[in-house]
């Protein structure tokens, strides 16, 4: 299949001995993880476990050493971004990466044309069905009401609300999420946590995600994987995770 085809909804993922290095540092070690398309995955682990590092090898930005990355049985590790990205490969933030100075309509439009190489040609190649497939998007993540905002006037919350509604844009098929709740009030994690679950449940997507917040983790996640000093500790159901004593003193804090 071509990168530049449509992303159907799929997104099976299958990581296999993936190494990625800085200098004589492994910041990923060998790691290996498989997730079934339509799966809501969460990888957790300590600071410095190799999260951040995992998900950039899979969304293409830094090169692996050896290894591989394989997404719906195509095989995707050298492949640049913006390839991965037609093919439906999504990442949203820790830190939301938006357009502060574009309306938050136009930054789902910017999304697109950045997604079909026309960036260049900036609105003159945004037609009616895009302009609806945007609305679709906003109205998906509950911004329908404020399209014509500022991205630099939104809340933490509606920020990440509108990360998530460019790659919706994007046609993902793999949504990888960093820290989503990372500086939001109780009442914006409660609503990015029930919006997560809801698109999820609601478009199918392969969904693997970064979180500190174990609430969110447990409530969101059907498997987690735990990561630490660039390798998989264990993968299993949140109860099963949540009981394992060596889990709990690397990382929950209570062995």
């Given at each position: 299949?071509?990168?530049?085809?449509?992303?159907?909804?799929?997104?099976?993922?299958?990581?296999?001995?993936?190494?990625?290095?800085?200098?004589?540092?492994?910041?990923?070690?060998?790691?290996?993880?498989?997730?079934?398309?339509?799966?809501?995955?969460?990888v957790i682990g300590p600071n410095g476990a190799g999260k951040s590092t995992l998900f950039a090898a899979i969304a293409g930005e830094v090169a692996p050493a050896s290894g591989s990355v394989v997404l719906d049985g195509v095989d995707v590790t050298r492949w640049a971004p913006h390839r991965r990205v037609r093919y439906?490969?999504?990442?949203?933030?820790?830190?939301?990466?938006?357009?502060?100075?574009?309306?938050?309509?136009?930054n789902v439009l910017a999304a697109w044309l950045c997604r079909e190489g026309k960036a260049q040609l900036w609105w003159r190649a945004v037609d009616g069905a895009t302009h609806a497939r945007a609305g679709v998007a906003l109205d998906d993540v509950g911004l329908g009401a404020l399209a014509e905002r500022r991205g630099d006037s939104l809340s933490q919350g509606d920020r990440k609300r509108l990360e998530i509604a460019?790659?919706?844009?994007?046609?993902?098929?793999?949504?990888?999420?960093?820290?989503?709740?990372?500086?939001?009030?109780?009442?914006?994690t409660s609503a990015t946590v029930a919006l997560v679950e809801s698109l999820w449940r609601r478009r199918g997507l392969t969904i693997l995600l970064t979180e500190h917040d174990m609430s969110v983790v447990f409530r969101l996640a059907q498997r987690l994987t735990v990561m630490h000093r660039g390798r998989v500790l264990c993968t299993g159901a949140p109860a099963e995770i949540r009981n394992r004593a060596d889990v709990r003193e690397i990382y929950l804090g209570h062995g």
């Open positions: 299949m071509s990168a530049a085809s449509e992303a159907s909804t799929a997104g099976a993922l299958c990581v296999r001995d993936l190494v990625v290095s800085y200098g004589a540092n492994r910041a990923v070690d060998g790691i290996s993880v498989e997730v079934a398309a339509g799966e809501l995955r969460a439906g490969v999504a990442r949203a933030f820790q830190v939301s990466r938006i357009f502060p100075t574009l309306t938050v309509r136009e460019m790659a919706l844009q994007l046609d993902a098929r793999l949504l990888l999420l960093d820290e989503p709740t990372a500086g939001m009030s109780p009442k914006e």
